[in-house]
């Protein structure tokens, strides 16, 4: 009979059957919230009509509430940005853990993308404004995690414009380098994967801080890099960079390290005199150093060792009252070692494998460690260096293959490494105890070696 309604026939809600267009990308609402809304819909409808008339009202009432719930304003999930949505969704197709590395477990787009493990985005100040992804830390951060594999997505992470800091724990992530990123941009480290090619022409001007370290990056040093106003540290260590380290640098850099690349060429004349940490080590720069050292006054750390340099020594480098580790091994430096001044407290000298000569001077005495082994040193041992060894003040004293015709050790502490082998004079007995099995070829030198040298 038309109007009635059998009591055990199930009631039907009748929706509105609407096309759901697709999700325009300036949409203020992520579109993971917008397709649960759009399924929760369907879900409604669907429940209705499978629900007798004395329990439909109060699942409409769950229903509803539940999709109000996601409709009204909520934290970051449901008012990130949809360009960093689809970032991220890219990156995650692009980059996956190794053996070992939960990193992405909490990845799942079907809950808040502001809440994944290394995801940090801005509050939003207005039910209708959007969050941005301000901050990306790509991989567990525990010393000795695996790190992640995949190929480096660049396009997604310029697409990423309000992202202030961005890392990659070392992993086997391959790829080049985005073209540009943020404008915001104060943080880039990602030390330890297998990214190649060149860096860009230009990078963010507000960086602060960039570690791309042990990466297989090449080309030259673009001069731009050096002349970033904000940027503090630079570490491009262990690439295979070449050619010559721009000649101006304006940043105002505290720590300088390229180390273990193919760099040619002198130091630049003008360093800033703000660095405190100075590592060139292991490349074929060459030329004299004074000129652009003796003005870095705040050093604390010089490394300069395995390259082509020469001349001599600046005095001032041991004076410096904050050098605490000056490493110029490996050179071709020499002349005589002329200190400004005595070094500091505890501090380490390696000036071995050059060509120095002259006597070795008493103002390396405070030092902790001192290596001039393998140069043209004469005469004898100062009494006040020989008496820091004795009294293990000095834990390391290394003087083997030099030319010295008086020694002067009378005992060294069990702890202390002390060698003195291959000289113009014998070694005492307890020296020869002290010296590791790497420190020497014999006991001395050939008389005929010597010409006659006396202390």
Known sequence: MRGRTHPSSPRRLLLPQTHHPPLPLNS????????????????????????????????????LATLLQLLLPSPAAATLHPVDYLALQSIRRALSDLPGSNFFASWDFTGDPCAFAGVSCSSSSSPTTTSRVVSLSLGDPRAGAPGLTGALPSAALSRLSAL????????????????????????????????????????PPNLRTVDLSKNSLSGTIPPGILQIRSLRTLIL????????????????????????NRLSGGLPPLLPGSLAYL????????????????????????????????????GELFSFRGIMYLQLRKNGF???????GKVPAGATVDLSHNALSGRVPPELAAAAAVYLNGNRFVGA?????????????????????NFLTGIGLRGVPSRAAV??????????????????????RGRRRPPAQCGGRRG
Request: charged share 15%; with cysteine; hydrophobic share 40%.
């Open 28 to 63: 203020s609402a992520t579109l993971h919230s917008e397709l649960h809304c759009r399924c929760l819909a369907y879900r409604l409808q669907n429940a209705m009509a499978a629900t007798p008339r004395h329990q439909a009202s109060g699942a409409v009432l769950l229903l």
């Open 164 to 203: 202030n800091s961005l890392s990659l724990v070392p992993g086997r992530v391959s790829g080049a380098l985005p073209p540009s990123m943020s404008s915001s941009l104060r943080f880039l480290a990602l030390p330890g994967n297998l990214i190649s090619g060149p860096l860009p022409s230009t990078l």
């Open 237 to 260: 260590s262990h690439n295979s960079f070449s050619g010559s380290i721009p000649p101006s640098i304006t940043s105002p850099l505290i720590h300088l390290d390229l180390r273990g």
């Open 279 to 314: 590592s060139l080590a292991g490349n074929k720069l060459s030329g004299r150093v004074g000129p652009a050292l003796q003005r870095l006054t705040r050093l604390a750390f010089l490394d300069l060792g395995g390259n082509w340099f020469s001349g001599e020594i600046p």
């Open 334 to 340: 020499s002349g005589e070692l002329r200190p400004a």
């Open 381 to 401: 041992l100062p009494r006040e260096v020989a008496a820091a060894a004795e009294e293990g003040r000095m834990r390391v004293l290394f003087l083997q293959d």
């Open 419 to 440: 060698c003195a082998h291959w000289n113009c004079v014998a070694p005492p007995a307890g020296v020869v105890a002290a010296c590791p099995a790497k420190g020497g």
